[in-house]
């Protein structure tokens, strides 16, 4: 079974900081990697996809990183502003079922 | 719709009672998925269908549990004799096929009280 976990659980940035999400998982065969982001009492909004054999993937101030032999990810958000607060959760998809870290919850001060 | 809609946002009910959650996904996506997500967890699994079929699922937590898709669209889960653990957000989400990129919708949440 997929384990998923993400560390650290909360960070708390000044506003202008870049941001580091780290993202690890058991079993490398995954089909791809996605990034989403949850504000509070809401849905899932997908940020990025990483295919299997991609290394990285950019969206405007997001790039991800994918290290499947490691099972790693890392979602850099470059100079952070207060909207980006919010908890950004990371899931691997094996056979179709994406399988979910817990999250981190990300608080930039203005 | 642009998107998967859920209905309702809320919901409240009583403990025995029945609930019906409704998923509405994107137009042309063969593949459903139902996940649950407890406060501060990540969200999980429940069960997923291809078409109008339920291709997966080993998901759901017992047979208090069903979900039906009958024209392979909108899809409804069903919880029968609700108890107060089965309080949660349960989120629908869709995909093209199996193995594309996930779209999810804002999810209902279920109080049982």
């Known amino acids: 079974k997929q384990e998923v976990t993400q560390i650290p659980a909360a960070l708390s940035v000044p506003e202008g900081e870049n941001l580091v999400l780290n993202c690890s998982f058991t079993?490398?065969?995954?089909?791809?990697l996605q990034w989403f982001r949850q504000d509070p009492g809401k849905g899932l909004t997908s940020l990025l996809l990483?295919?299997?054999?991609?290394r990285e993937q950019t969206s405007g101030r997001l790039n991800a990183s994918l290290d499947k032999s490691s099972g790693r990810s890392t979602l850099y958000i470059a100079a952070s502003q207060p909207g980006d607060s919010a908890t950004y959760l990371c899931?691997?998809?094996?056979?179709?079922?994406?399988?979910f870290g817990a999250g981190t919850t990300v608080t930039v001060r203005a | 719709g642009a998107g998967v809609s859920q209905t309702p946002s809320n919901k409240v009910t009583e403990k025995g009672k029945y609930v019906e959650l409704r998923c509405d996904p994107i137009?042309?996506?063969?593949?459903l998925y139902w996940y649950r997500q407890s406060l501060g967890q990540g969200p999980e699994f429940l069960i997923y269908f291809q078409g109008t079929g339920a291709a997966d699922d080993s998901g759901l937590p017992n047979d208090r549990f069903f979900a039906v898709r009958p024209e392979g669209s909108v899809s409804t889960l069903k919880i029968q004799r609700t108890e107060r653990g089965d309080s949660a957000v349960y989120l629908c989400a869709s995909s093209f096929d199996s193995n594309t990129e996930a779209f999810f919708g804002q999810g209902t949440r279920l109080t049982v009280v």
């Open positions: 899931a691997c998809l094996d056979d179709y079922k994406l399988s």
């Open positions: 079993d490398s065969a995954i089909y791809n």
């Open positions: 990483i295919q299997s054999s991609q």
């Open positions: 137009s042309g996506h063969t593949a």
